[in-house]
């Protein structure tokens, strides 16, 4: 599933072939997603250029003048930048066509969304709700121990809320929690001011590195035959319960939490 880096990717690596260029045709083949693909996504789209792509949490947000192109990969969503008379592929729903290229949104289980906006795009009923992003300098420390006062709830489902904070999926909470020392199930407002910046230093960290490791997969995205691709990164804990921590060799233990399995180390992690 993509999580907050491989949308980050995903918006690196369409945004040269698409800032700055005017839609000259639409093609919704499957409009039945998440949401459906709306009508007006193909009747106003073309003759506009998109100003610039950018990303809020997991959606990218294509920009220009007449509103908001939003997308979501959902489960298995995918784009690629291919010539428009590229053979199609059984899923491939939905091509933003650039005259000569085109862009390709490909999702076998349609769990994605591709919306139309009019109106200021922070109003979006999608965007509107969405907390911090983790990358942004107003997420820190002082925000995270401010933010967790009086919360009974444990950190890792603090983290994973994105009403919150956006785009800490499964992965990458299990694997910042290893990082700042802190056993998942700590109550997020008993969490002290210095293990709060700990915390934060640690998400920011994680996610670079992820996006990082994307960065080989730039190319993919231009081209291509097969799907951008999504990484993974040498886990610390995340699907590693009873193997040896790779930091002190203690088993790692795994217990589900919110539906979701939690992997941590009990010596490393407090
Ligand atoms: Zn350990």
């Given at each position: 599933m993509p999580e907050l880096p491989e949308v980050e990717t995903t918006c690196r690596g369409i945004a040269p072939h698409v800032e700055g260029r005017t839609v000259t045709a639409v093609a919704v083949?499957?409009?039945?997603?998440r949401r459906p693909v709306p009508a007006g996504l193909a009747a106003e789209l073309p003759g506009q250029t998109i100003e610039a792509v950018s990303r809020r949490g997991k959606y990218l947000l294509l920009r220009a003048p007449a509103g908001t192109v939003l997308i979501h990969l959902g489960m298995s969503g995918s784009l690629r930048v291919v010539p428009p008379d590229a053979p199609l592929r059984k899923h491939d729903h939905v091509d933003i066509i650039f005259g000569a290229q085109a862009l390709r949104y490909h999702d076998p289980r349609r769990f994605g969304v591709i919306d139309w906006w009019g109106g200021p795009i922070e109003t979006h009923p999608l965007i509107a709700p969405l907390g911090i992003e983790p990358l942004s300098p107003a997420f820190n420390g002082p925000w995270l121990y401010r933010a967790t006062r009086g919360r009974r709830s444990a950190i890792k489902l603090f983290l994973m809320d994105a009403h919150t904070?956006?785009?800490?999926g499964n992965i990458y909470a299990s694997e910042s929690l290893f990082r700042a020392g802190i056993?998942?199930?700590?109550?997020?407002?008993?969490?002290s001011a210095a293990r709060c910046e700990r915390l934060a230093e640690a998400v920011k960290e994680t996610l670079r590195l992820a996006i990082q490791a994307g960065g080989s997969t730039l190319?993919?995205?231009?081209?291509?035959?097969?799907?951008?691709g999504y990484f993974q990164q040498e886990a610390f804990v995340y699907g590693r319960a009873g193997l040896p921590c790779r930091q002190c060799g203690t088993p790692i233990r795994q217990q589900v939490m919110g539906q979701r399995s939690t992997f941590w180390c009990p010596t490393c992690q407090h």
């Open positions: 083949r499957e409009a039945r997603m904070l956006v785009g800490v056993r998942p199930a700590t109550p997020a407002g008993r969490l190319r993919d995205f231009v081209g291509s035959d097969g799907e951008p």
